[in-house]
Protein backbone atom coordinates (compact mmCIF):
# COMPACT_ATOMS: atom_id res chain seq x y z
CA UNK A 1 0.00 0.00 0.00
CA UNK A 2 0.99 3.46 -0.56
CA UNK A 3 0.52 6.41 1.21
CA UNK A 4 1.37 9.43 -0.60
CA UNK A 5 3.64 13.04 0.77
CA UNK A 6 2.11 12.39 4.22
CA UNK A 7 4.70 12.34 7.76
CA UNK A 8 6.93 9.60 7.95
CA UNK A 9 5.97 7.29 10.93
CA UNK A 10 8.15 4.18 11.39
CA UNK A 11 11.32 2.13 10.50
CA UNK A 12 8.89 -0.53 9.25
CA UNK A 13 7.31 1.68 6.58
CA UNK A 14 9.97 3.26 4.77
CA UNK A 15 10.09 6.41 2.56
CA UNK A 16 11.00 6.73 -1.26
CA UNK A 17 11.93 10.19 -1.61
CA UNK A 18 10.97 10.43 -5.80
CA UNK A 19 13.02 12.63 -7.95
CA UNK A 20 11.32 13.66 -10.69
CA UNK A 21 11.91 11.54 -14.24
CA UNK A 22 13.64 8.56 -12.21
CA UNK A 23 11.21 5.81 -12.83
CA UNK A 24 9.06 6.46 -10.22
CA UNK A 25 5.50 5.47 -11.68
CA UNK A 26 6.88 1.97 -12.56
CA UNK A 27 7.87 1.85 -8.62
CA UNK A 28 4.63 3.08 -7.76
CA UNK A 29 2.80 0.03 -9.38
CA UNK A 30 5.57 -2.11 -7.61
CA UNK A 31 4.77 -0.91 -3.80
CA UNK A 32 0.95 -1.29 -5.01
CA UNK A 33 1.14 -4.88 -5.15
CA UNK A 34 3.16 -5.21 -1.69
CA UNK A 35 1.67 -6.03 2.04
CA UNK A 36 4.04 -3.15 2.94
CA UNK A 37 3.21 -0.04 4.08
CA UNK A 38 5.65 2.64 1.45
CA UNK A 39 5.59 6.16 2.26
CA UNK A 40 5.69 8.11 -1.40
CA UNK A 41 7.33 11.57 -1.30
CA UNK A 42 5.90 12.58 -4.61
CA UNK A 43 5.95 16.69 -3.71
CA UNK A 44 8.70 17.12 -0.84
CA UNK A 45 11.83 17.61 0.11
CA UNK A 46 14.22 15.15 2.56
CA UNK A 47 13.69 15.96 6.39
CA UNK A 48 15.29 14.40 9.11
CA UNK A 49 13.40 13.04 11.66
CA UNK A 50 14.74 12.37 15.55
CA UNK A 51 13.52 8.72 15.22
CA UNK A 52 15.03 6.81 13.03
CA UNK A 53 12.96 6.80 9.32
CA UNK A 54 14.26 4.16 6.53
CA UNK A 55 14.75 5.77 3.31
CA UNK A 56 15.35 4.94 -0.57
CA UNK A 57 15.50 7.06 -3.84
CA UNK A 58 16.84 6.33 -7.17
CA UNK A 59 18.87 9.46 -8.89
CA UNK A 60 19.43 8.99 -12.73
CA UNK A 61 22.39 10.96 -15.42
CA UNK A 62 21.89 14.81 -14.75
CA UNK A 63 21.71 14.74 -18.78
CA UNK A 64 19.60 12.07 -19.55
CA UNK A 65 16.74 13.35 -16.95
CA UNK A 66 16.77 16.96 -18.47
CA UNK A 67 16.15 15.65 -21.80
CA UNK A 68 13.91 13.17 -19.91
CA UNK A 69 11.91 16.18 -19.09
CA UNK A 70 11.85 18.07 -22.06
CA UNK A 71 10.42 15.33 -24.24
CA UNK A 72 7.79 15.01 -21.18
CA UNK A 73 6.63 17.82 -21.50
CA UNK A 74 6.15 17.66 -25.18
CA UNK A 75 4.49 14.69 -24.65
CA UNK A 76 1.99 15.32 -21.94
CA UNK A 77 -0.88 18.32 -22.88
CA UNK A 78 -1.46 18.77 -19.24
CA UNK A 79 1.43 19.43 -18.39
CA UNK A 80 1.52 23.70 -17.49
CA UNK A 81 4.54 24.17 -19.58
CA UNK A 82 2.58 22.14 -22.45
CA UNK A 83 2.41 25.09 -24.42
CA UNK A 84 5.04 26.98 -24.27
CA UNK A 85 7.85 24.19 -24.81
CA UNK A 86 5.69 21.85 -27.31
CA UNK A 87 7.41 24.40 -30.29
CA UNK A 88 10.57 24.91 -28.27
CA UNK A 89 13.63 23.64 -29.75
CA UNK A 90 15.99 22.13 -26.66
CA UNK A 91 18.37 24.09 -27.44
CA UNK A 92 16.26 26.94 -26.22
CA UNK A 93 14.86 24.76 -23.72
CA UNK A 94 18.61 24.12 -22.32
CA UNK A 95 18.98 27.81 -22.72
CA UNK A 96 16.16 29.05 -20.27
CA UNK A 97 17.54 26.41 -17.87
CA UNK A 98 21.30 27.82 -18.28
CA UNK A 99 19.99 31.14 -17.12
CA UNK A 100 21.43 32.53 -13.96
CA UNK A 101 19.37 35.42 -14.00
CA UNK A 102 16.59 33.19 -13.30
CA UNK A 103 16.06 32.17 -9.28
CA UNK A 104 16.61 28.41 -8.90
CA UNK A 105 12.94 28.60 -7.24
CA UNK A 106 9.55 27.77 -8.19
CA UNK A 107 7.21 29.70 -9.92
CA UNK A 108 3.23 30.11 -11.00
CA UNK A 109 3.43 26.38 -12.53
CA UNK A 110 2.95 27.87 -16.07
CA UNK A 111 5.62 30.63 -16.09
CA UNK A 112 8.11 29.48 -18.54
CA UNK A 113 10.75 30.64 -15.53
CA UNK A 114 9.82 27.04 -14.03
CA UNK A 115 12.27 25.27 -16.78
CA UNK A 116 14.93 26.18 -14.38
CA UNK A 117 13.79 24.84 -11.07
CA UNK A 118 12.17 21.62 -13.00
CA UNK A 119 16.11 20.60 -14.13
CA UNK A 120 18.82 22.50 -12.44
CA UNK A 121 20.08 20.34 -9.82
CA UNK A 122 16.96 18.57 -9.08
CA UNK A 123 18.42 15.65 -7.26
CA UNK A 124 20.85 17.56 -5.13
CA UNK A 125 17.68 19.75 -3.89
CA UNK A 126 15.55 16.95 -3.30
CA UNK A 127 17.89 15.04 -0.84
CA UNK A 128 20.11 18.05 0.86
CA UNK A 129 16.22 18.83 2.18
CA UNK A 130 15.26 21.84 -0.33
CA UNK A 131 19.27 23.74 -1.38
CA UNK A 132 19.85 22.94 -5.07
CA UNK A 133 23.84 24.22 -4.18
CA UNK A 134 23.96 21.91 -0.99
CA UNK A 135 25.80 19.03 -2.09
CA UNK A 136 27.78 17.83 1.21
CA UNK A 137 24.26 18.01 2.87
CA UNK A 138 22.87 16.03 0.33
CA UNK A 139 25.70 13.32 0.30
CA UNK A 140 25.31 13.19 4.39
CA UNK A 141 21.41 12.47 4.32
CA UNK A 142 22.27 9.48 2.24
CA UNK A 143 25.14 8.31 4.22
CA UNK A 144 23.51 8.44 7.43
CA UNK A 145 19.47 7.57 6.57
CA UNK A 146 19.30 5.76 2.86
CA UNK A 147 18.84 2.40 3.02
CA UNK A 148 19.12 2.24 -0.61
CA UNK A 149 20.00 4.72 -3.86
CA UNK A 150 18.90 2.77 -6.73
CA UNK A 151 19.78 4.17 -10.54
CA UNK A 152 17.99 4.61 -13.62
CA UNK A 153 20.20 2.84 -15.85
CA UNK A 154 20.82 -0.12 -13.71
CA UNK A 155 17.39 -0.80 -12.79
CA UNK A 156 17.09 -4.13 -12.46
CA UNK A 157 20.27 -4.47 -10.41
CA UNK A 158 18.70 -1.69 -8.11
CA UNK A 159 15.12 -3.40 -7.83
CA UNK A 160 16.75 -6.55 -6.80
CA UNK A 161 19.03 -4.62 -3.56
CA UNK A 162 15.23 -3.44 -2.50
CA UNK A 163 14.08 -6.44 -2.52
CA UNK A 164 16.99 -8.09 -0.76
CA UNK A 165 16.29 -5.06 1.71
CA UNK A 166 12.59 -4.88 1.96
CA UNK A 167 11.94 -8.31 1.51
CA UNK A 168 9.38 -7.64 -1.17
CA UNK A 169 7.51 -9.90 -3.55
CA UNK A 170 8.98 -8.31 -7.06
CA UNK A 171 7.23 -10.81 -9.78
CA UNK A 172 6.85 -8.99 -12.44
CA UNK A 173 8.08 -5.39 -13.65
CA UNK A 174 5.44 -2.75 -15.78
CA UNK A 175 7.09 0.48 -17.14
CA UNK A 176 5.00 3.33 -16.58
CA UNK A 177 5.49 6.47 -17.93
CA UNK A 178 7.88 5.86 -20.57
CA UNK A 179 8.39 8.57 -22.94
CA UNK A 180 8.56 6.92 -26.56
CA UNK A 181 8.91 9.83 -28.70
CA UNK A 182 12.37 10.95 -27.18
CA UNK A 183 15.75 10.13 -28.61
CA UNK A 184 18.48 7.79 -27.35
CA UNK A 185 20.96 9.87 -25.67
CA UNK A 186 23.27 9.13 -28.43
CA UNK A 187 21.72 10.76 -30.77
CA UNK A 188 21.59 14.49 -28.72
CA UNK A 189 24.28 17.00 -29.78
CA UNK A 190 27.68 16.65 -27.51
CA UNK A 191 27.48 20.13 -27.11
CA UNK A 192 23.79 20.06 -25.42
CA UNK A 193 24.81 17.43 -22.82
CA UNK A 194 27.43 18.79 -22.22
CA UNK A 195 25.83 22.27 -20.96
CA UNK A 196 23.26 20.42 -19.07
CA UNK A 197 26.45 18.60 -17.49
CA UNK A 198 27.56 22.20 -16.50
CA UNK A 199 24.79 23.51 -14.92
CA UNK A 200 23.91 20.37 -13.06
CA UNK A 201 27.42 19.83 -11.92
CA UNK A 202 26.34 19.36 -8.44
CA UNK A 203 23.83 16.75 -9.16
CA UNK A 204 26.53 15.01 -12.07
CA UNK A 205 28.99 14.57 -9.01
CA UNK A 206 26.33 13.34 -6.67
CA UNK A 207 24.80 10.96 -9.17
CA UNK A 208 28.45 9.42 -9.59
CA UNK A 209 29.82 9.62 -5.87
CA UNK A 210 26.66 7.53 -5.22
CA UNK A 211 26.94 5.08 -8.28
CA UNK A 212 30.78 4.63 -7.32
CA UNK A 213 29.12 3.03 -3.55
CA UNK A 214 26.28 1.37 -5.21
CA UNK A 215 28.97 -1.05 -7.39
CA UNK A 216 31.02 -1.05 -4.80
CA UNK A 217 28.23 -3.19 -2.82
CA UNK A 218 27.04 -4.80 -5.35
CA UNK A 219 30.64 -6.34 -6.34
CA UNK A 220 31.14 -6.95 -2.82
CA UNK A 221 28.19 -9.79 -2.83
CA UNK A 222 28.99 -12.89 -1.89
CA UNK A 223 29.05 -15.33 -4.61
CA UNK A 224 25.82 -17.25 -3.64
CA UNK A 225 23.96 -13.49 -4.05
CA UNK A 226 25.81 -12.60 -7.11
CA UNK A 227 24.40 -15.94 -8.92
CA UNK A 228 21.31 -14.77 -7.65
CA UNK A 229 21.67 -11.01 -9.00
CA UNK A 230 22.29 -12.39 -12.88
CA UNK A 231 19.39 -14.63 -12.69
CA UNK A 232 17.31 -12.15 -11.60
CA UNK A 233 18.77 -9.32 -14.31
CA UNK A 234 18.27 -12.42 -16.79
CA UNK A 235 14.74 -13.38 -15.73
CA UNK A 236 13.96 -10.06 -16.88
CA UNK A 237 15.95 -9.02 -19.92
CA UNK A 238 14.37 -11.91 -21.55
Given amino acids: MIIFDKEATTPENPVFLHIPKTGGKTLWDLFERQQDTIHVWHNRYFKEYQKPIRFFTFLRDPADRVISTYYYIRSYERDP ?5 NDMPLQEFVENMQNEEIDNQPYNKNDIRNI ?3 TVN ?3 RYLSGGDPNDLERAKHHITKHFDLVGFTDMYLESL ?3 QQIYGWNIASINRK ?3 NSRPEMN ?7 QSIDQVNHHDKE ?3 WAKQHFIKKLNSLDKD ?10 QFNT
Fill in 225 to 234: TQKELNKWVK
Fill in 122 to 124: LAT
Fill in 116 to 118: RYR
Fill in 187 to 193: NIAPNII
Fill in 160 to 162: FCM
Fill in 177 to 179: NKT
Fill in 81 to 85: LYQKV
Fill in 206 to 208: LYE
